[in-house]
């Protein structure tokens, strides 16, 4: 008869038995995901088909009128776009000058020399601290240089209407 001997049971540690276990269920959840995403695959590409088919059904002639009409206003747009890259400086220059309205100050008019750098500017506001408001606000503005207040008057609504010519620094028109 032979002996048998008894080894004592090496214990792994319990950290490489956890570790098996974490690798042993991201393979799964990986060869899952593969298989999900194969069918979505293939689902994906059968609609993409079926959308290719309806829309080679639905083609319809190109009307020339059409295409002519498209192709202008594709020709406005671009000389649009020419005209509004040239002007950025400008565009900016006109945000800042929408920031520095006063709530209860309306400008209705204005006209922007860009050569030598001013602004006629009018506008309507309900009472004389109001368009006190909107001179500290040109004061403190940095983009300002100068601005005077060259004409004011009463309404009939009594409210006050008013002019100012601005003076804009250079920096004013850099992007």
Same mark, same amino acid.
């Given at each position: 008869?032979?002996?048998?001997?008894?080894? &004592?049971?090496?214990?792994? &540690?319990?950290?490489?038995?956890?570790?098996?276990?974490?690798?042993?269920?991201?393979?799964?959840?990986a060869v899952l995901g593969y298989f999900i995403f194969m069918i979505f695959e293939k689902s994906s590409n059968?609609?993409?088909?079926?959308?290719?088919?309806?829309?080679?059904?639905?083609?319809?002639?190109?009307?020339?009128?059409?295409?002519?009409?498209?192709?202008?206003?594709?020709?406005?747009?671009?000389?649009?776009?020419?005209?509004?890259?040239?002007?950025?400086?400008?565009?900016?220059?006109?945000?800042?000058?929408?920031?520095?309205?006063?709530?209860?100050?309306?400008?209705?008019?204005?006209?922007?020399?860009?050569?030598?750098?001013?602004?006629?500017?009018?506008?309507?506001?309900?009472?004389?601290?109001?368009?006190?408001?909107?001179?500290?606000?040109?004061?403190n503005e940095e983009l300002i240089e100068e601005f005077k207040l060259t004409d004011w008057s009463i309404n009939?609504?009594?409210?006050?209407?008013?002019?100012?010519?601005?003076?804009?620094?250079?920096?004013?028109?850099?992007?």
């Amino acid at each position: 008869m032979t002996n048998l001997i008894h080894k &004592p049971k090496v214990e792994v &540690p319990k950290w490489q038995t956890n570790l098996f276990h974490v690798s042993l269920v991201l393979l799964v959840i990986a060869v899952l995901g593969y298989f999900i995403f194969m069918i979505f695959e293939k689902s994906s590409n059968s609609q993409r088909d079926k959308a290719s088919e309806e829309l080679v059904a639905l083609e319809v002639e190109e009307d020339p009128q059409l295409v002519e009409e498209v192709l202008k206003y594709e020709n406005k747009i671009n000389n649009f776009k020419i005209l509004l890259n040239e002007h950025q400086g400008v565009l900016v220059f006109l945000e800042t000058l929408d920031n520095l309205e006063s709530p209860n100050t309306k400008f209705i008019d204005f006209s922007l020399d860009v050569p030598s750098k001013t602004v006629n500017l009018s506008g309507i506001t309900s009472n004389v601290q109001e368009l006190l408001k909107q001179q500290n606000m040109f004061n403190n503005e940095e983009l300002i240089e100068e601005f005077k207040l060259t004409d004011w008057s009463i309404n009939n609504e009594g409210r006050l209407d008013f002019k100012y010519n601005l003076t804009i620094k250079e920096k004013a028109f850099d992007l």
